[in-house]
Each structure stands twice: as structure tokens, then as C-alpha cells.
């Protein structure tokens, strides 16, 4: 996140600013962090299981759902002997979790979610500003283009419309094809004559 803050995209220091500073003020929370750096602390929502993007992501999930039973996993009405497995089930049921998988608070991607919509909020006017410079600066670079393209083409036009125009009419240009033919037919002998 703070590689895009700090990139390109946010040139203008007074932009950059401001958002470095609504994200401190909104995404920092310090108690959230040590969830993170706790992983045996105990968990305060509804886990969700966040899978991998793998592959084969709809195969993996199919298998997930497939094994997925939604009978609870304790009963209070079935009397199983006491053994020491029992004693140390957790509270909540552990979720069934794919190879590569985490786990997250849905509290936590509820509350991601709500950020980085908000985030987007703040952010999308600068970007849409953004596009339509790009947009803007193309469009001039590409009529500068055009321009140069136009200039040359006149240019060879006009290069061509300067040139003598040429003083060969057709009926000279035979009298002089007809000469040299009776030259060469004075140069060949009889024999070649009658072959061509």
C-alpha cells in the first residue's frame, strides 16, 4: 500500500499528504496488530477461511464445500466416554482449512473491506484527474504527430508539383524509337534478323 502511495500515481505532494494521513488516522489500529502477532490468542469473531488463489481455485472450493458437513461437531444429547481428546477441544470449532490457506476475523475483512472502500472513495477522483491528463497529454502528442506528418506531405508535393514538367511528347518519342531500330537492324546481320 505504501509503495502506491509513494509511486507515480501520486505526484502531487499536497494529494499524497492527505492520504498518508486519513490512512493513519482510519487503517492504524494498534490492537488489531497483536491479534496478528498472537496467534494463540484467543479468537474475538467468526473466522473466515481465506483461501489460496491457486490454479485450480473453483476445484479447491468444490472439494471444500464437498467436505464440508453442517452437522455440529458436539451433540448434547450423546453420552461419549471421557477421554483426554475431549478435554482439549477448543470452545469453537476449527474451520476446515484448504493446503496454503488463512485464517482471518471476519470482523477484520468486514472491516478491510469498509477500508478499502473508502480508501477508493478518496482515491478516485485523483485518479480519474490522472486519466484525463494522460488522456489530454496523448491527445497533443498525437496532433503533433499529425502535424509533422502533414508537413511533410505537403512539402513532397509541393517538391513535385516544382518539377519541369517534362518536354517528351509521344510522337518524338517514336520517331526516336524508330531511328534506333534502324540502327541496330543496319548493325545486326541477315542471319540473327530471321531468328528474332
Not at 502531487?12 to 490468542?41: F, V, Y
Not at 488463489?53 to 458436539?74: M, W
Not at 468486514?110 to 491528463?133: C, I, N, Y
Not at 512539402?155 to 514538367?165: D, G, I, Q, S
Request: with cysteine.
Amino acid at each position: 500500500m505504501m509503495g502506491l502511495v509513494q509511486g507515480r500515481a501520486f505526484r502531487d505532494p499536497k494529494q499524497r499528504e492527505s492520504l498518508l494521513q486519513w490512512m493513519a488516522r482510519h487503517i492504524a489500529d494498534e490492537g488489531e496488530h497483536q491479534d496478528d502477532t498472537n496467534p494463540t490468542a484467543p479468537y474475538r469473531s467468526t473466522l473466515v477461511v481465506v483461501p489460496p488463489l491457486g490454479d485450480d481455485l473453483v476445484r479447491e472450493v468444490k472439494v471444500a464445500l464437498a467436505n464440508d458437513t453442517s452437522a455440529p461437531l458436539t451433540t448434547g444429547d450423546a453420552q461419549a466416554p471421557p477421554s483426554t481428546a475431549t478435554s482439549q477441544v477448543r470452545s469453537h470449532p476449527e474451520p476446515l482449512l484448504l493446503q496454503g490457506s488463512t485464517i482471518v476475523p471476519l470482523a477484520r475483512v468486514l472491516k478491510l473491506e469498509t477500508q478499502m472502500a473508502t480508501l477508493m472513495q478518496h482515491m478516485r477522483p485523483w485518479m480519474q484527474q490522472f486519466v484525463e491528463e494522460s488522456e489530454a497529454c496523448m491527445e497533443q502528442m498525437m496532433d503533433r504527430k499529425i502535424q509533422v506528418v502533414h508537413k511533410r506531405l505537403d512539402a513532397f508535393e509541393l517538391r513535385v508539383l516544382e518539377r519541369p514538367a517534362s518536354s517528351v511528347d509521344i510522337t518524338t518519342f517514336q520517331t526516336e524509337l524508330a531511328r534506333l531500330r534502324s540502327d541496330v537492324d543496319v548493325v545486326t546481320p541477315p542471319k540473327t534478323r530471321r531468328l528474332s
